[in-house]
C-alpha cells in the first residue's frame, strides 16, 4: 500500500502543477461592457461568437506580426475581435496567449456582446460592432509597483520617465500597419536604468496612435507618481516602465519581430535562455513543494493555533474552517499592494488565489480597526452557517498572534457603492440591474431576519457592504456589527452605538434599540439612494445640497417622485421606480411598528395586486445637530469605512 507521505508527496506535485497552470491563465484584468448589450443563448450572435473564437490563432496570417483581427457573421449579428501581443514576445507565446484569452473571455463575460481581456503578453477583444481602426480610451486600467523612488530623486526620476516615453511615442506611432511598438531604457537618479515600452495596435492611424499614448502618459501621475514602476492600460495602446528590465532587449522595435527565423548566433542564446527557465523552473517548483510540505506539517502539528492570551472554545464548532496564515500569505502575495482590494476602518481586504486556483477575498483585521476578538469570533461564528446566494460566503479563517483573518469568496465587481456614486460608472447601472440588487438585497435580509436557522440583525447594511459577482447579482457583506436574535426575540438594547452616518434608524442612533426594523430603515435608506445614484447624507439638487430623505419625502407629498430617480437612466419601468421609492418611505417611517418586515418587502416588490398603505413623515433626526454630536464619537470609526478608498485591484472586486 502507498504510504501517507508518497500520496501526500504526490498531492503536493499535482497542486504545483495546477498552480503553475492557474497562474499562466490569470489574466491582469479583464472588463465585461454590460452597458453595450447582452445577447441571448442559441441566438445568431452566439453561433457567430463562437465560431471565431473556435478558430486557432495560428491559423491566422497577422499572428506573425503580434497583430490578430477577424470578423464572423453579417449585419447586426456580426461579431468583430482584435488580438495584439506585445511586441517582444515570440510568435509560439503570442498564439497560446491569444488562445488562452480567446478561452477564458467568454467565460469571464457570459451573454455580453463586448467584452476585453489582458493577460501580460496579449490583449483581446470581441464586439458586436466594428473595432478595427477606432482608438478607444475606455475602459482603462492602471497598475504599480508597490516600491518608491528616493524622495530626493522623484523630480528627476519623473524627467526622464517623461522624456523615454515621448521619445518612444514618437517611434511607435510612425510604425507600419502590422506593429506600432516601442522600448528602450535610460539613465536614470541613484544609478539605476529606466526601462520603458509603449504600443498602440497597429490599426491605429499616426495621429490616433499619438493621441492614445500621451493620453496614457497623462494618467501617470495619477496612478504612479513617485513609484519605481507602473502601467496605463487601454484597449488601443498601453504603456510600461520599470527599474528592472522586463522586455526582450533584443527585439529590433522598428519591424516585426522575426519569429520563425532567427538570425545567426541567435541558436545559442536561445539555447542558453531555455536552459536558463528550465533550471529557474525547477528551483521554483522545489522551493514551492518544500514550503508546501512545510506547512503541511505544521497544519498537522498545530490544527489549532491560539492567540497567546485569548482563548477560542466559541469557535470550536467551525474549527474546520481555518487557514494556515502562511498559507494566507503565498494567496496574497505576502499582502502585496498589487492585491489590495480595498481598506476601510476594520482593515484591508486582499484579493489571493488557493493552490486550486480558486480566487478569494481576504479580509486583515487591523490591531486598532475598533473589532476586535468578539467581533471577530461574532462574523466567523454567524456567517460559517449562512447559506444563501444573496451573502457572500464565508470560505474560512485565521487566528495566529495578532492577526485574524477572515477568507470570504471572491466578488468580481467590487461593491454596490463603486458603481452607484460613481458619475461615469454608474451609467453600467441600467433599471433593470437595479432593480435586480434591489430585490436581490431584499431576499439575502428575509434569509437572514427569518429563514436561516439563526435571526440576525446586520446593524450595518449600506452600499459599500453589497458586493457584486460578475452577473451583478449583489451580496450582503461585513458581519462584524450583526447580532443573533432568539426566534421569538423582537428587540435588544446595547450600550455601544455601532453603525454608519446616514443608514441608522433613529431608535437605534438615539437610545441604543435595535430591532429587525433597525434593519428595514437601512433597507429603505438603501433602495432610495439606488434608485437616485446619490448618497443619503449628500444629496445634490442642482445648486442644493441637503438629505435623500427630506428631498424624496417631499417629491412624494407634491406627487413628483420620479424628479429623485437618478438622471443617467435614459429607460426604465416608471411603475416600477415610483414603488421602489413608495417602499423606500415606507422603510424610513419614524414609528418603528410603522415600517414594513422584509417578508412583506419582497412581497410588494414581487406582486402589484398588493396596495401599499400610505408612508408618514421620515425621521429628520440626522439634520439634529445634538444628536449628531452626541453620537459622532461613536460614528468615527465606520464614517471611515462608508468614505473608504475602496479600489479594484486590476480592475475590478
Given at each position: 500500500?502507498?504510504?501517507?507521505?508518497?500520496?501526500?508527496?504526490?498531492?503536493a506535485?499535482?497542486?504545483?502543477?495546477?498552480?503553475?497552470?492557474?497562474?499562466?491563465?490569470?489574466p491582469?484584468?479583464?472588463?465585461?461592457?454590460y452597458?453595450?448589450?447582452?445577447?441571448?443563448?442559441?441566438?445568431?450572435?452566439?453561433t457567430?461568437l463562437?465560431?471565431?473564437?473556435?478558430?486557432?490563432?495560428?491559423?491566422?496570417?497577422?499572428?506573425?506580426?503580434?497583430?490578430?483581427?477577424?470578423?464572423?457573421?453579417?449585419?447586426?449579428?456580426?461579431?468583430?475581435?482584435i488580438?495584439?501581443?506585445?511586441g517582444?514576445?515570440?510568435?509560439?507565446?503570442?498564439?497560446?496567449?491569444?488562445?488562452?484569452?480567446?478561452?477564458?473571455?467568454?467565460?469571464?463575460?457570459?451573454?455580453?456582446?463586448?467584452?476585453?481581456?489582458?493577460?501580460?503578453?496579449?490583449?483581446?477583444r470581441?464586439?458586436?460592432?466594428?473595432?478595427?481602426?477606432?482608438?478607444?480610451t475606455?475602459?482603462?486600467?492602471?497598475?504599480?509597483?508597490?516600491?518608491?523612488?528616493s524622495?530626493?530623486?522623484?523630480e528627476?526620476f519623473?524627467?526622464?520617465?517623461?522624456?523615454?516615453?515621448?521619445?518612444?511615442?514618437?517611434?511607435?506611432?510612425?510604425?507600419g500597419s502590422?506593429r506600432?511598438?516601442?522600448?528602450?531604457?535610460?539613465?536614470a537618479?541613484?544609478?539605476?536604468?529606466?526601462?520603458?515600452?509603449?504600443?498602440c495596435?497597429?490599426?491605429?492611424?499616426?495621429?490616433?496612435?499619438?493621441?492614445?499614448?500621451?493620453?496614457?502618459k497623462?494618467?501617470?501621475?495619477?496612478?504612479?507618481?513617485?513609484?519605481?514602476?507602473?502601467?496605463?492600460?487601454?484597449?488601443?495602446?498601453n504603456?510600461?516602465?520599470?527599474?528592472?528590465?522586463?522586455f526582450?532587449s533584443?527585439?529590433?522595435?522598428?519591424?516585426?519581430?522575426?519569429?520563425?527565423?532567427?538570425?545567426?548566433?541567435?541558436?545559442?542564446?536561445?539555447?542558453?535562455?531555455t536552459?536558463?527557465?528550465i533550471?529557474?523552473?525547477?528551483?521554483?517548483?522545489?522551493?514551492?513543494?518544500?514550503?508546501?510540505?512545510?506547512?503541511?506539517?505544521r497544519?498537522?502539528?498545530?490544527?489549532?493555533?491560539?492567540?497567546?492570551?485569548?482563548?477560542?472554545?466559541?469557535?470550536?464548532?467551525v474549527?474546520?474552517?481555518?487557514?494556515?496564515?502562511?498559507?494566507?500569505?503565498?494567496?496574497?502575495?505576502n499582502?502585496?499592494?498589487?492585491?489590495?482590494?480595498?481598506?476601510?476602518?476594520?482593515?484591508?481586504?486582499?484579493?489571493?488565489?488557493?493552490?486550486?486556483?480558486?480566487?478569494?477575498?481576504?479580509?486583515?483585521?487591523?490591531?486598532?480597526?475598533?473589532?476586535?476578538?468578539?467581533?471577530?469570533?461574532?462574523?466567523?461564528?454567524l456567517?460559517?452557517?449562512?447559506?444563501?446566494?444573496?451573502?457572500?460566503?464565508?470560505?474560512?479563517?485565521?487566528?495566529?498572534?495578532?492577526?485574524?483573518?477572515?477568507?470570504?469568496?471572491?466578488?468580481?465587481?467590487?461593491?454596490?457603492?463603486?458603481?452607484l456614486?460613481?458619475?461615469?460608472?454608474?451609467?453600467?447601472?441600467?433599471w433593470?440591474?437595479?432593480?435586480?440588487?434591489?430585490g436581490?438585497?431584499?431576499?439575502?435580509?428575509?434569509?437572514?431576519?427569518?429563514?436561516?436557522?439563526l435571526?440576525?440583525?446586520?446593524?450595518?447594511?449600506?452600499?459599500s457592504?453589497?458586493?457584486?459577482?460578475?452577473?451583478m447579482?449583489?451580496?450582503?457583506?461585513?458581519?462584524?456589527?450583526?447580532r443573533?436574535?432568539?426566534?421569538?426575540?423582537?428587540?435588544?438594547?446595547?450600550?455601544?452605538?455601532?453603525?454608519?452616518?446616514?443608514?441608522?434608524?433613529?431608535?437605534?442612533?438615539?437610545?441604543?434599540?435595535?430591532?429587525?426594523?433597525?434593519?428595514?430603515?437601512?433597507?429603505?435608506?438603501?433602495?432610495?439612494?439606488?434608485?437616485?445614484?446619490?448618497r443619503?447624507?449628500?444629496?445634490?439638487?442642482?445648486?442644493?445640497?441637503?438629505?435623500?430623505?427630506?428631498?424624496?419625502?417631499?417629491?412624494?407629498?407634491?406627487?413628483?417622485?420620479?424628479?429623485?430617480?437618478d438622471?443617467?437612466?435614459?429607460?426604465?419601468?416608471?411603475?416600477?421606480?415610483?414603488r421602489?421609492?413608495?417602499i423606500?418611505?415606507?422603510?424610513v417611517?419614524?414609528?418603528?411598528?410603522?415600517?414594513?418586515?422584509?417578508?412583506?418587502?419582497?412581497?410588494?416588490?414581487?406582486?402589484?395586486?398588493?396596495?401599499?398603505?400610505?408612508?408618514?413623515?421620515?425621521?429628520?433626526f440626522?439634520?439634529?445637530?445634538?444628536?449628531?454630536?452626541?453620537?459622532?464619537?461613536?460614528?468615527?470609526?465606520?464614517?471611515?469605512?462608508?468614505?473608504?478608498?475602496?479600489?479594484?485591484?486590476?480592475?475590478?472586486?
Amino acid at each position: 500500500m502507498v504510504s501517507s507521505r508518497w500520496l501526500f508527496f504526490l498531492s503536493a506535485i499535482f497542486m504545483l502543477t495546477a498552480l503553475a497552470v492557474a497562474q499562466s491563465a490569470e489574466p491582469l484584468n479583464h472588463f465585461c461592457l454590460y452597458e453595450k448589450g447582452n445577447y441571448t443563448a442559441n441566438s445568431t450572435y452566439e453561433t457567430n461568437l463562437n465560431q471565431l473564437l473556435s478558430s486557432d490563432v495560428s491559423s491566422d496570417t497577422g499572428s506573425n506580426s503580434g497583430f490578430y483581427n477577424s470578423s464572423y457573421g453579417q449585419n447586426s449579428d456580426q461579431v468583430h475581435a482584435i488580438g495584439l501581443c506585445r511586441g517582444d514576445v515570440n510568435s509560439d507565446v503570442c498564439r497560446d496567449c491569444l488562445n488562452t484569452a480567446k478561452s477564458l473571455l467568454p467565460q469571464r463575460c457570459p451573454n455580453q456582446k463586448e467584452a476585453i481581456v489582458w493577460y501580460d503578453y496579449c490583449m483581446f477583444r470581441y464586439s458586436n460592432r466594428s473595432i478595427y481602426g477606432v482608438m478607444e480610451t475606455s475602459p482603462p486600467f492602471s497598475l504599480l509597483n508597490t516600491q518608491n523612488v528616493s524622495a530626493n530623486y522623484v523630480e528627476q526620476f519623473n524627467a526622464v520617465l517623461r522624456t523615454l516615453i515621448e521619445n518612444l511615442t514618437s517611434q511607435a506611432k510612425d510604425g507600419g500597419s502590422l506593429r506600432k511598438f516601442a522600448a528602450n531604457s535610460a539613465s536614470a537618479p541613484e544609478f539605476k536604468t529606466l526601462y520603458a515600452l509603449v504600443q498602440c495596435t497597429p490599426d491605429l492611424s499616426v495621429d490616433d496612435c499619438e493621441g492614445c499614448l500621451r493620453g496614457a502618459k497623462e494618467a501617470i501621475p495619477q496612478c504612479c507618481n513617485g513609484k519605481i514602476g507602473g502601467r496605463v492600460v487601454r484597449p488601443s495602446c498601453n504603456i510600461r516602465f520599470e527599474t528592472n528590465p522586463f522586455f526582450n532587449s533584443t527585439t529590433d522595435a522598428s519591424a516585426p519581430p522575426a519569429y520563425n527565423t532567427p538570425t545567426t548566433g541567435s541558436k545559442g542564446n536561445s539555447t542558453s535562455r531555455t536552459v536558463i527557465i528550465i533550471v529557474v523552473t525547477i528551483v521554483a517548483s522545489v522551493i514551492l513543494l518544500i514550503t508546501t510540505i512545510c506547512i503541511y506539517r505544521r497544519v498537522r502539528r498545530w490544527p489549532w493555533v491560539k492567540p497567546e492570551s485569548e482563548p477560542v472554545d466559541e469557535i470550536g464548532s467551525v474549527e474546520s474552517l481555518q487557514f494556515d496564515f502562511d498559507a494566507i500569505k503565498v494567496a496574497t502575495d505576502n499582502f502585496s499592494e498589487e492585491n489590495k482590494l480595498g481598506q476601510g476602518g476594520f482593515g484591508v481586504v486582499y484579493k489571493g488565489k488557493l493552490p486550486n486556483g480558486q480566487a478569494i477575498a481576504v479580509k486583515r483585521l487591523s490591531t486598532d480597526s475598533g473589532q476586535g476578538d468578539s467581533e471577530f469570533k461574532n462574523e466567523v461564528l454567524l456567517v460559517a452557517k449562512l447559506q444563501h446566494r444573496n451573502l457572500v460566503r464565508l470560505q474560512g479563517f485565521c487566528l495566529q498572534r495578532n492577526e485574524r483573518l477572515l477568507v470570504y469568496e471572491f466578488v468580481q465587481n467590487t461593491s454596490l457603492d463603486h458603481f452607484l456614486f460613481d458619475p461615469i460608472k454608474r451609467a453600467h447601472l441600467d433599471w433593470e440591474r437595479r432593480y435586480k440588487i434591489i430585490g436581490g438585497i431584499a431576499r439575502g435580509m428575509l434569509y437572514l431576519h427569518e429563514d436561516s436557522r439563526l435571526r440576525i440583525i446586520h446593524r450595518d447594511l449600506k452600499a459599500s457592504n453589497i458586493l457584486l459577482d460578475g452577473d451583478m447579482n449583489p451580496k450582503i457583506s461585513d458581519f462584524g456589527m450583526a447580532r443573533l436574535f432568539l426566534l421569538d426575540q423582537t428587540q435588544a438594547n446595547t450600550s455601544r452605538i455601532v453603525g454608519t452616518y446616514g443608514y441608522m434608524a433613529p431608535e437605534y442612533a438615539m437610545h441604543g434599540q435595535f430591532s429587525l426594523k433597525s434593519d428595514v430603515f437601512s433597507f429603505g435608506v438603501l433602495v432610495l439612494e439606488i434608485v437616485s445614484g446619490q448618497r443619503n447624507h449628500c444629496f445634490r439638487n442642482g445648486e442644493n445640497v441637503g438629505d435623500l430623505l427630506s428631498y424624496a419625502w417631499r417629491n412624494w407629498r407634491e406627487g413628483t417622485a420620479l424628479d429623485i430617480v437618478d438622471s443617467t437612466m435614459s429607460s426604465g419601468s416608471t411603475s416600477e421606480m415610483i414603488r421602489c421609492i413608495h417602499i423606500g418611505l415606507l422603510c424610513v417611517q419614524e414609528n418603528v411598528a410603522d415600517r414594513p418586515t422584509m417578508a412583506s418587502i419582497v412581497l410588494m416588490l414581487n406582486s402589484y395586486s398588493i396596495t401599499l398603505p400610505v408612508p408618514s413623515q421620515p425621521a429628520f433626526f440626522m439634520n439634529t445637530s445634538s444628536i449628531e454630536s452626541e453620537v459622532s464619537s461613536k460614528w468615527e470609526h465606520s464614517i471611515g469605512v462608508t468614505e473608504s478608498d475602496e479600489r479594484s485591484k486590476r480592475s475590478s472586486v
